[in-house]
């Protein structure tokens, strides 16, 4: 279990990252990645996908798995 405190720190840390991404092409990944990577232990999350939307499915944009 992640401490509160702990976690709105993380939390303060993604969202300034995230601040200084540029172009929204990178936007997602970079959040997946850094949720992935900061919070993965904290809150159990093993890996993330990210995916966009095609004509008749969808596209595996990126992939975290670990």
């Known amino acids: 279990m992640i401490q509160p405190k702990v976690f709105y720190r993380k939390i303060d840390a ?5 601040s ?3 172009g929204k092409r990178n936007l997602l990944p ?10 993965g232990e904290g809150l159990h999350i093993k ?16 992939d975290l798995d670990k």
């Open 47 to 62: 890996s993330g996908k990210l995916y966009r939307e095609g004509r008749r499915h969808f596209v595996l944009v990126k």
């Open 30 to 39: 970079t959040v997946l990645k850094e949720l992935v990577s900061s919070f």
């Open 20 to 22: 200084q991404e540029e």
């Open 14 to 18: 993604l969202l300034s990252k995230i």
